[in-house]
């Protein structure tokens, strides 16, 4: 009898480390599943918002084309990069004439389609409009970092000029409380050169951006 109890204990552990076994197979495959299944979710959701700004991107595009204004709109970022030579005399934050008759064209048809836009005006948060300068102005009059933040100076007086300017134009105003909730002025100084053949482009690099910042950009 006591063999046989010996016998019966074994297959009962047997038994039970068997079943324990198949228990957290059975757990480690429930987990990777779950985590396979929230993996494609949150992937099909990011490719959903990506395409559906892409395509708000493109009809941004379009509404400036049909209207006839000179602004190429970067089909991923939404950034609208606008030349100073569109805007400013060399070295100076005052809008030329020029300049104004572009942001009277440019403007109202920019915030019309933003907010007329379904996906742009319930996920855009913040327009950022940006100055930047090149890296040649004020060169030798100044020490480095004085050279620098003169630049700053500048490219936040000009991206000042050109939201204010923007402001007063004859958009859509029943949107200008949102619009004033929105907009960001900020200078960048010289530290985001274009580049063309890996050398600085100075004319392309004096510049104002218009960057769209999204509430699906910040996950």
């Known amino acids: 009898m006591r063999l046989k109890r010996k ?6 552990n047997n038994i039970f480390w068997i079943t324990m076994t198949d228990l957290m197979t059975g757990l480690v495959l429930v987990f990777i599943v779950m ?14 918002q ?25 089909p991923i970022t939404g950034i609208v990069k606008i030349s100073n030579l569109e805007l400013f005399e060399l070295g ?37 409009i940006e100055g930047h300068t090149d890296s040649q102005n004020f060169k030798g009059q100044y020490s480095d970092d004085e050279q ?16 204010n300017y923007m402001t007063n134009t004859a958009y859509n105003k029943t949107n200008s409380d949102k619009l004033r909730k ?16 890996g050398k600085e482009d100075y004319a392309k690099s004096r510049r104002v951006e218009l960057k769209i910042i999204t509430k699906d950009m910040k996950n």
């Open 7 to 12: 016998f019966d204990d074994s297959n009962e």
């Open 35 to 48: 985590f396979f299944y929230t993996y494609m979710t949150s992937h099909l959701e990011l490719v959903k």
């Open 92 to 128: 100076s934050f005052e809008l030329s004439n020029k300049g104004k008759e572009y942001l009277d064209k440019f403007a109202p048809a920019y915030f019309d389609s933003l907010i007329s836009n379904n996906y742009l005006n319930k996920h855009i948060e913040k327009i950022i």
């Open 50 to 74: 990506k395409l559906a700004k892409e395509n708000a991107t493109k009809s941004l595009q379009e509404s400036l084309d049909i209207q006839n204004i000179d602004a190429t709109i970067d």
């Open 148 to 163: 620098y933040m003169k630049n700053m100076e500048l490219s936040l007086n000009r991206a000042f000029s050109v939201a």
């Open 182 to 197: 929105m907009i960001i002025v900020q200078g960048a100084s010289y530290s985001s050169p274009i580049l063309t053949n």
